[in-house]
């Protein structure tokens, strides 16, 4: 079996990374294809060499460019590339135009799609990602989920064909393969931030950014809790071409992070403040408290698992939450959320090879945790009637 993995932005080299590392021992030959979404170096070339990933095979240099600019142009280049090569099925991860693109242009060739991280729903359709999300739910013969309600959402809105299956977070691999390598690389001393005595700030939803007011708004928030903790920014694209010189002296506004040192600060952060959905993930895995500043999350299982709250687009609320959690002492435990275990990469390869019939070249390494072992025997042991819940 031949599979393209197409990838485009930041998130999407995260959530792969563990399961082309995974397809080889199930006799999968995997090609890669970097759409360009992402270009400047701190926000893919870092992120891959980091990664371990594979050279990309097929390289369109989309660059940016409207939502319907770069969605044509990966839709335009991806279908080149199945014109010219036979490809099985094809992998598109998370919710950004290169995952819609390619998998549009796939399915229009009757190429099946696989869904990675499938089935979460913010419920806002003014949400770029959310549209993405959806249709590329609708598209795809088999959706790869990270949570229980993902199952849900896709079960009420029909989408049944093919196969759902419950793997894991393919994210939460790679940080906690990563982590002793960004631990070692020391960022907080680098950047002279006192461990577990920092705030950590990411925003670039264009729902905030790209609305003077509310940007103003918030960076005026986050000058006032400054005054009782250091807050580090290391600021999105786009968001640096929103605040011009609005940068208020208080707060360490820095230019964006490689994947290492971002995670090493995640996990020497007092409190994280974003509207990033993976973040959301990374601190509910480390144990660190977040606040989302967006009025909806798909990923409402990081509140419930107790680690995040969602604060709406409200500075008086921000502000509020930030001196409630400041106030409190550092949680000095971590609890599991189940299947966010290491292992959801190794279990996405095994459903793939499943689904196709590909077989496995040779057995998957053991299962470290028990909840693994139980998921992916499972998994392996069932029928497909069972796997398409
Ligand atoms: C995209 C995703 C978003 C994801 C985010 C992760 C969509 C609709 N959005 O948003 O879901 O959370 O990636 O970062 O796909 N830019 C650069 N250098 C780069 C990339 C972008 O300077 O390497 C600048 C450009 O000015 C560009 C802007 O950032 O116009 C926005 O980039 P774009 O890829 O359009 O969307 P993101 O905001 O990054």
Redesign the pocket.
């Known amino acids: 079996m031949k599979l393209l993995v197409v990838v485009?932005?930041?998130?999407n080299f995260v959530k792969t990374a563990p399961v082309i590392n995974a397809l080889p021992a199930t006799g999968i030959d995997v090609a890669v294809l970097h759409t360009g979404?992402?270009?400047?170096y701190?926000?893919?070339g870092a992120f891959l060499d980091q990664l371990g990933f594979p050279k990309p095979k097929h390289v369109l240099g989309i660059?940016?460019?409207s939502?319907a600019e770069?969605t044509a142009a990966v839709l335009t280049g991806v279908e080149l590339v199945l014109l010219g090569e036979r490809f099985d099925a094809i992998l598109v991860p998370?919710?950004?135009?290169?995952?819609l693109a390619a998998a549009l242009a796939a399915a229009k060739l009757a190429v099946p799609v696989i869904h990675l991280e499938a089935g979460l729903r913010s419920g806002d359709w003014s949400m770029?990602?959310e549209i993405?999300r959806v249709l590329t739910d609708r598209l795809s013969e088999l959706r790869l989920c990270h949570s229980p309600e993902a199952l849900d959402h896709l079960a009420s809105e029909g989408i049944t064909t093919g196969a759902t299956v419950l793997v894991g977070n393919t994210m939460i691999d790679s940080l906690f393969d990563l982590l002793p390598a960004a631990d070692a690389r020391d960022c907080c001393g680098r950047l002279d931030l006192p461990q577990k005595g920092f705030v950590l700030v990411t925003l670039?939803?264009?729902a905030l950014v790209d609305c003077p007011a509310a940007l103003g708004e918030v960076l005026g928030t986050l000058q006032t809790i400054s005054e009782e903790l250091p807050v580090v920014f290391p600021v999105?694209?786009?968001t640096r071409?929103r605040m011009g010189g609005a940068l208020p002296a208080a707060i360490r506004v820095i230019e964006p992070l490689d994947y290492l040192d971002f995670m090493g600060l995640q996990a020497q952060a007092r409190l994280v403040i974003t509207d990033?959905?993976?973040v959301q993930e990374e601190t509910s895995a480390l144990g660190v408290p977040c606040i989302t500043y967006r009025t909806s999350t798909e990923r409402p299982i990081t509140i419930t698992h107790g680690t995040n709250r969602l604060v709406g687009l409200d500075p008086a609320l921000l502000l509020a939450a930030a001196r409630e959690e400041l106030g409190r002492p550092p949680a000095d435990s971590i609890t599991p959320v189940p299947l966010w275990d290491g292992r959801a990469g190794i279990r996405a390869a095994a459903a793939i090879a499943v689904h196709f019939g590909a077989g496995l070249r040779e057995p998957m390494s053991s299962p470290t945790s028990p909840i693994a072992d139980t998921a992916e025997s499972r998994y392996l042991s069932s029928t497909s009637e069972e796997q398409e819940r």
């Open positions: 485009g932005a930041r998130p979404q992402h270009y400047d701190q926000m893919s660059g940016s460019g939502h770069q998370g919710d950004v135009n290169s995952t770029p990602e993405n670039h939803r264009p999105h694209p786009r071409a990033s959905g993976g």
